[in-house]
């Protein structure tokens, strides 16, 4: 018996805060619970196995690869956002009637291409130079999310005024 359990985008695009662990695993649980049959436990492992948990295992075991990926070497700089920094207070002039004027997004490090999230509505893609102009969304608390192309993401919390 096969029972398989997807949350998040169809597309398989990352969704910020959204852990497999955490929405998916209880309704995998509840699922196998509701089949009905007793599991048999796995066979005893073979002699000379290596048993082991995650912190007692070799150093290069400690992480598994999928088939065909590269091994990072450190040198690519982490994704972060250099503006609006984190907790930042951002004042929009709205003088020109209800429109705002654009709001720069700066990153750095991270591989392009990269989409550009408020609130878990993509925006757009950042540029060759590491930033974007967007509409700022209206006043209050913003998630800003900048999504690279290896999954990594970087967010930070803005307020708007």
């Known amino acids: 018996m096969t029972i398989g359990v997807w949350v998040g985008r169809p597309d398989g695009a990352p969704v910020p805060g959204l852990i497999g662990r955490v929405a998916a695993a209880p309704i995998l649980f509840d699922a196998f619970a509701r089949t009905g049959k007793t599991l048999a436990p796995l066979p005893k492992p073979p002699k000379g196995t290596l048993v082991a948990s995650n912190a007692k295992l070799p150093l290069p075991l400690k992480r598994f690869r999928p088939v065909g990926e590269l091994v990072r070497t450190g040198s690519e700089q982490a994704l972060h956002i250099q503006f609006p920094l984190n907790g930042s207070r951002i004042d929009v002039d709205r003088s020109g009637g209800s429109e705002a004027a654009a709001m720069p997004v700066k990153v750095a490090g991270g591989v392009l291409p990269m989409t550009v999230m408020v609130n878990g509505t993509a925006l757009g893609e950042i540029d060759g130079r590491r930033q974007r102009l967007i509409d700022p969304p209206g ?19 803005i307020r708007i005024q």
Do not use: E, S
Request: cysteine-free; aromatic content about 6%; glycine content about 10%.
């Open 139 to 157: 006043p209050g608390f913003a998630r800003l999310t900048v999504i690279d192309a290896t999954g990594a993401a970087d967010t930070v919390v």
